[in-house]
């Protein structure tokens, strides 16, 4: 057995202890096997999507590309290891036609014998109901479109995460867990406390949730110009007004937890935002509005499940030293083995 395997099983061992249904195998080839029995369909094992198309353009390059691990691992490789021990069995890249040969060969080819690998592809043209893409639009059209471009390659209870935020290995154990006991009009996801998802090298995007008393979100408002400010967090709005917040509020990462009942509402919604905003510069349909508008409508109860474990990313370039540090000190802590793949 490898030293990936015999890892996975230490650290589920650990989980056994817990009060998870879970199932815990060894397979012929080597590969470990592991999945809750639930009420979306019995034994059902999530598919995880990475939201992998973004530039960044503050950044100058493909962050998804970036090593950060003592084995060059980079943040990708994390959340796929982090899925794996929680149960999910396939992964999807959603990526762009332009960089898929680099992708699949520095990324994709890693997780052979490890765990299924997809991709699924966001395109500029990709629009529901003939709708055209303005002259002169160079911006990608947001999240809530990366998402729609799974619709034909998605078929079980899946999760939707940014290609560079790293999550921790907590997040992905509850939305595995809450997946695969999924009932119908029934979503979930993951939120960490504003106060420790900031840079200190400037602005983030961040979704500001709303918690009723039964854990379920009943808005969540898109947030792009957050950052530290003497006592709390400062959000600067589109038309430079500021919103101050203490900085204890639970926030969306995007991490989110759907089933395929998603993609049922997607396509109209789109549409709907495409009306009033499609011939915009710069307008994004991010999954935040979707999963309001749904909520507002009625049409689904979305359960917010809160990760013990501490998030960071790579906004910027100066951010990255931290992130490596961060991970260092998990791998020395036992967390994650040396070397991932």
């Known amino acids: 057995m ?15 202890k817990s009060e998870r249904r879970d199932y815990i195998k060894e397979s012929e080839t080597g590969q470990i096997v592991s999945f809750n029995e639930g009420e979306y369909g019995k034994m059902t094992k999530p598919t995880l999507l990475i939201l992998a198309a973004g530039m960044g353009s503050r950044y100058g390059g493909l962050k998804q590309l970036d090593p950060v691990g003592p084995s060059g691992e980079t943040i990708m490789d994390y959340s796929v290891f982090d899925a794996m021990r929680a149960g999910f069995d396939r992964v999807v890249f959603v990526i762009r036609h332009d960089f898929e040969e680099l ?7 890693k997780y052979a014998g490890h765990i299924a690998v997809d991709y699924a592809f966001q395109a500029m043209d990709d629009l529901p109901g003939g709708f055209q893409v303005p002259a002169g639009r160079e911006k990608p059209w947001g999240t809530g479109q990366a998402v729609y471009a799974a619709r034909n390659v ?3 209870p899946f999760a939707a995460i940014n290609a560079d935020d790293f999550y921790g290995a907590d997040g992905y154990r509850q939305l595995a867990d809450t997946l695969t006991q ?28 709303a918690v009723d008393a039964d ?12 950052s530290a400010a003497p006592g709390g967090v400062r959000s600067v709005q589109e038309d430079g007004s500021e919103v101050m917040y203490t900085g204890k509020e639970p926030v969306s ?4 937890g759907f089933t395929p009942e998603l993609f049922s509402h997607l396509e109209g919604l789109f549409s709907d935002w495409l009306k009033d905003n499609g011939q915009a510069m ?4 991010y999954i935040p509005l979707v999963v309001s508008r749904l909520i507002e409508t009625g049409k689904i109860k979305l359960k917010v499940c809160n990760s013990s474990d501490a998030w960071f990313g790579v906004t910027y370039r100066e951010d990255k030293p931290e992130v490596v540090a961060s991970i260092r000190k998990l791998v020395e ?4 083995p040396e070397k991932l793949f």
């Not at 992708?103 to 080819?109: A, P």
């Not at 990462?253 to 989110?256: E, F, I, L, T, V």
């Not at 710069?282 to 349909?285: A, G, Y």
């Not at 802590?333 to 994650?336: F, H």
Request: net charge positive; proline share 1%.
């Open 333 to 336: 802590a036992g967390r994650y």
């Open 253 to 256: 990462m995007n991490m989110w």
């Open 154 to 156: 998605v078929t079980a």
């Open 103 to 109: 992708f699949r060969q520095q990324v994709g080819s």
């Open 215 to 226: 854990g379920f979100l009943t808005d969540v408002v898109e947030h792009t110009k957050l």
């Open 282 to 285: 710069k307008s994004e349909f």
């Open 2 to 16: 490898s030293y990936f395997c015999k890892f996975i099983l230490k650290i589920e061992t650990q989980l056994a």
């Open 182 to 209: 999924a009932k119908p009009g029934e979503f979930c996801m993951c939120a960490f406390e504003m106060n420790k998802t900031l840079s200190a090298n400037g602005t983030v995007s961040r979704g500001v949730c």
